[in-house]
């Protein structure tokens, strides 16, 4: 379910391990960062992106301890699989190594709450209490990982029972630093929220203060934040109006924006799908 949503964080990575190499590597780094963002043209990330997975791979292999690398390697792996690979197994191998990468740096740096993972959620929020601000972005990156592997083995129960564990961590990201990758976290916990309708023990309402909070802190620049709003509230709470308002607007809006280029462009393919189904779905 979460598909749409971590494309997002596919180029990150490349700024995340920029700082292990020299100024001049760094700098063509940021730069093809930055371009990849705002590439408007989804093949085309799709076709470069298995070189950065190799690249990523020869510099977890040099430097294995290195939390910030391998954050760079989760995002770079869950976000390929989750985007653009259509095999189920490979998604999931890729997925794997996505939450193991993440996993490592969580240990490597916070490793009282890397061995609490496996205890019930009481334990694991007792746990994430303790951690710290500075702490912030290998708190989200292993969370958007864990996120990224559910969707990928959504049709294992097991996965989905973890679903109690990954709310808590994005719910502490969102203590820490709500701001924290435009509102990410309430991004994440709003389609976390809004699975479930009120008639089945379902809280939604919860999801639609997510959503409209994620809405206000990319100041309605990310346009997935509607697409996801509509497809998953309103689709839940059979709000047409809300539902072709919130798609309308993102076909309606100039998918050009610095750092969200690439993620507007797929919101808006995915818009005109939802939009052209919205009279036989309600």
Known sequence: ????????????????????????????????SNAMLNQNDLETVRAGSPAYLIMIDSLIEGD?????????????????????????ERAKRLADKSLD?????????????CNSLQLKPDAVEAELAEVQPQD??????????????????????NAVAQIPK???FFSRSVELDETYDRGGAHLYLAVLSSQ????????????????????????????MVHVLYAEYYARLMFEQELHDR????????????PGLTLINTLAQQR?????????EFF
């Open 1 to 32: 379910m979460f598909r749409l949503l971590v494309v997002f964080t596919l180029t990150m990575s490349l700024s995340a391990c920029a700082s292990l190499m020299n100024r001049a590597t760094q700098r063509m780094a940021d730069n093809l």
């Open 64 to 88: 294995p301890d290195n939390p910030s690398t391998l954050v760079a390697g989760s995002k770079l792996y869950g976000s390929y699989a989750s985007t653009f690979v259509e095999d189920e």
């Open 101 to 113: 990468y993440a996993r490592q740096a969580l240990c490597l740096e916070l490793e009282t709450l």
């Open 136 to 157: 912030q972005p290998l708190l989200y990156g292993f969370a958007s990982a864990w996120a990224g592997w559910l969707q990928i083995n959504s049709d294992d129960w």
């Open 166 to 168: 990954i709310k808590a």
């Open 196 to 223: 479930i309708p009120p008639s089945l023990g379902g809280k939604p309402e919860q999801g639609r203060a997510h959503f409209e909070k994620a809405l206000e802190l990319s100041a309605g620049k990310n346009l």
């Open 246 to 257: 919130l798609l309308q607007q993102v076909l309606d809006s100039d998918t050009d924006e």
């Open 271 to 279: 818009a005109a799908v939802l939009l052209a189904e919205s009279s």
